[in-house]
């Protein structure tokens, strides 16, 4: 491969005595003349290389036929109106309904579609008052995390003058009147060079209907905590404000409350350690809800009566199991919880004092979601998907107990053509760990599948069995797509999570190196057949695991990943990973990420082939990460594979991507491995 020219300056930084070079630094400008320049010759080099692979077309074109059916999104009722997303096959973005009754056709709320001619506005977030006449919803453009909100009359499908900027990582939390809404917001950047820049001192303010957001009340802010973040929300009954504030990815927070009852009144601090998680469920009155993590790892559902609010009073109402409590909801006055058992969901329903009452039967072994509504509403709605069955919609009866099947798509394959898989590996420490394994029906275990193994590990996500089209399309092909679900995710609780994070780190390269040694060692595959991906922190997993272990695999195909560890926290809100990753800036956990950092951890050598992919919008992970890596590993490479990095225009770190760019990144990845594999 000839690769663009990435020049090496002489920059050297010394971090804790240590001397550590970084001669790409100058890619950290994403908007200099020069930095554009190296962006568009390496997707020169990219799109030719891709462009030349015979499958290419025929991949694009089976995505684009599989994509092209009805996806429906969970419905919620707020007031006498229903509201759900439906995407009719390859609209860019999926459109926002409403409709009386279920059975009647829906009218269009709101259509992203409508917005830019290429699809790139999406819906980023909503919420209706109670009485279902008001929606507040934001819009993020390209991909960005920042959100513009606007507030529509939901009869009429217009919008109010309300405008409100400069959101990130905010919802809208209405009044019972829908006199106005909560939210958290930033001051405005002073240029557009500083909307890229570490974000701190968030606000939490209330907006007025009518009014200028110049008018907005200041709430609460601390601006002796710059890294706090609020999440506001009002008690069905309109009694209480609460507000859950974080201060960064751990699942740790403190919770805030305040009075809406007595004007003016201040939040009063209900919790303050962040000591563990605390989910807001419900109320009676003064008897609050929460789901916690706390003395649980996995999980239970506590009492706090706010009359007697010291810890020694809580009431612990579900208590912790072996499996992993994923959500809980109060419907029907129960409490309905879904667990992981081992990576895919159970669902139970209790009463509120704790006596368990029965199990809902699922249809299969999956994933579900939804569940939402009012605490006296009986009927409710969730979504059900595996690795074979595309997202089906249901409706939940909680006085009869029935449930019904409200949308399912069709698709053009048939799931009995394929099977999955769940077995148990040990990874070098001998723990045990999960993972999925999906193909068609009838392969041969003869060492010679083109294989992907995907993985995440970090920040308590878990991976659960979902449906996907790419995976299909995929294994269409004749490949096996495998899924591990390492430590430092959720699939076992915070203990199985804190296993992954900092100092604990090297366990999730360690699972994620066992698992492609025992897909091996199993005959699945090869290294020449075998191809390994994840974006984000998968693409920071897949990318130090690949340092680590370039004789492993036969390709890499990191996507909008962490991979300079050392300077990940000095860029818009990357500080907030320091709770998965450690501080960079703290002597100890320097070590640690110096030592597994993929941009510092390269050296000449024999890699696998690699895609590196990213996208000039992304202001959570910036590419420059991937900028950075991918001119120091084509500097690197010493064999004959292609070292490419395919670099998205008006797009971001993926929510909201339209449907086109979406079916375009899957070709070009499965079109990557179809030339490299072996």
């Known amino acids: 491969m000839r690769y663009p020219t990435s020049k090496k300056s002489d920059v050297v930084e010394e971090l804790h005595g240590v001397k550590v070079p970084d001669p790409y630094r100058w890619l950290e400008d994403l908007d200099s003349e020069e930095t554009r320049k190296w962006i568009e010759e390496q997707n020169k080099v990219t799109f030719e290389f891709l462009e030349k692979i015979p499958q290419r077309e025929k991949i694009r074109e089976r995505l684009t036929q599989l994509w092209d059916y009805e996806k429906f999104g969970v ?42 001619s290429d699809g790139t506005i999406a819906l980023a977030g909503y919420s209706i008052t109670d009485d279902g006449n008001l929606m507040a ?61 570490t974000l701190y001192f968030q606000k939490l303010y209330f907006h007025r209907m009518g009014t200028a957001q110049a008018d907005d009340q200041l709430i609460y802010e601390r601006p002796d905590h710059r890294e706090w973040h609020f999440y506001p929300s009002v008690t069905e009954d309109g009694h209480y404000l609460i507000v859950t504030i974080s201060r960064g990815t751990d699942p740790r927070y403190a919770i805030y409350y305040r009075d809406l009852q007595i004007p003016d009144s201040k939040l009063t601090e209900l919790i303050a350690d962040f000591d563990a998680e605390y989910s807001f469920l419900g109320n009676d009155d003064h008897r609050f809800w929460f789901k916690t993590n706390l003395n649980a790892p996995r999980g239970r559902v506590i009492e706090i009566d706010l009359q007697n609010a010291d810890r020694k009073f809580w009431k612990e109402i579900i208590p912790q199991t072996a499996d992993t409590m994923e959500s809980a909801s109060i419907l029907n006055r129960q409490i309905v919880v879904t667990y992981l058992k081992d990576a895919h969901a159970a669902v139970k329903i209790f009463g509120l004092t704790g006596t368990f009452s029965y199990e809902l039967q699922l249809p299969g072994t999956g994933t579900v979601g939804g569940f939402s509504g009012k605490q006296n509403d009986t009927e409710t709605y969730f979504a059900f998907t595996s690795f074979a069955t595309p997202t089906q919609i249901y409706g939940y009866d909680l006085l009869n107990k029935k449930c019904s099947l409200l ?78 679900n390492l430590r430092g995710g959720g699939e ?43 974006g984000s922190n998968g693409g920071l997993l897949v990318a130090a695991t690949m340092v680590q272990r370039p004789d492993l695999f036969g390709a890499v195909m990191p996507s909008v990943g962490v991979l300079d560890m050392l300077r990940f926290h000095k860029f818009t809100i990357g500080w907030a990973w320091i709770d998965d990753y450690g501080n ?26 690699v895609l590196l992919s990213t996208a000039d919008h992304d202001d959570r992970v910036v590419p420059l990460h991937s900028f950075k890596f991918a001119a120091a590993l084509q500097d690197a490479q010493r064999g004959h594979p292609p070292v490419l990095i395919r670099i998205d225009v008006k797009a971001g770190h993926g929510v909201g991507k339209p449907t086109s760019k979406l079916i375009d990144e899957i070709t070009d990845k499965w079109a ?5 594999l072996r």
Request: net charge negative.
């Open 75 to 116: 419905p919620h009722r707020e007031g006498k109106r229903y509201f759900f997303s439906k995407n009719d096959g390859l609209q860019n973005q999926s459109v926002l309904y409403t409709v009386d009754s279920l059975n009647d056709p829906p009218r269009v709320l709101l259509d992203p579609n409508q917005l830019s």
């Open 137 to 197: 919803y934001g819009l993020s453009a390209s991909g960005s995390d920042w959100m513009e909100w606007k507030v529509r009359d939901v009869a009429t499908g217009k919008d109010l003058p309300d405008v409100l900027k400069w959101i990130k990582f905010s919802s809208a939390a209405w009044t019972k009147d829908g006199s106005g809404f909560f939210y958290s917001r930033y001051l405005e950047p002073a240029n557009v060079e500083a909307m890229d820049e």
């Open 584 to 609: 960079p800036d703290n002597p100890e956990h320097f070590e640690v990420l110096y030592k597994y950092s993929p941009l510092h951890n390269l050296k000449p050598a024999k890699y696998p082939a």
């Open 492 to 534: 076992y609780g915070e203990e199985w999570h804190c296993a992954g994070t900092v100092q604990n780190k090297q366990n999730v390269f360690d699972d994620f190196i066992a698992a492609a040694q025992w897909l091996i060692q199993n005959d699945y595959t090869r290294t020449e057949s075998l191809a390994i991906g994840g």
């Open 407 to 484: 949308w399912a798509p069709k698709l053009n394959f048939n799931p009995d053509d394929y099977e999955t898989t769940q077995v148990f590996y040990k990874s070098q420490d001998g723990t045990q760990v999960p993972m999925f394994i999906n193909h068609k029906k009838g392969i041969e275990r003869n060492g010679l599948n083109k294989t992907y193994l995907y993985g995440y590990g970090g920040f308590n996500i878990s991976l659960t069995p979902a449906f996907s089209l790419a995976a299909l399309v995929w294994m269409e092909l004749g490949g096996v797509y495998a899924v591990a």
């Open 672 to 676: 990557f491995l179809i030339a490299n």
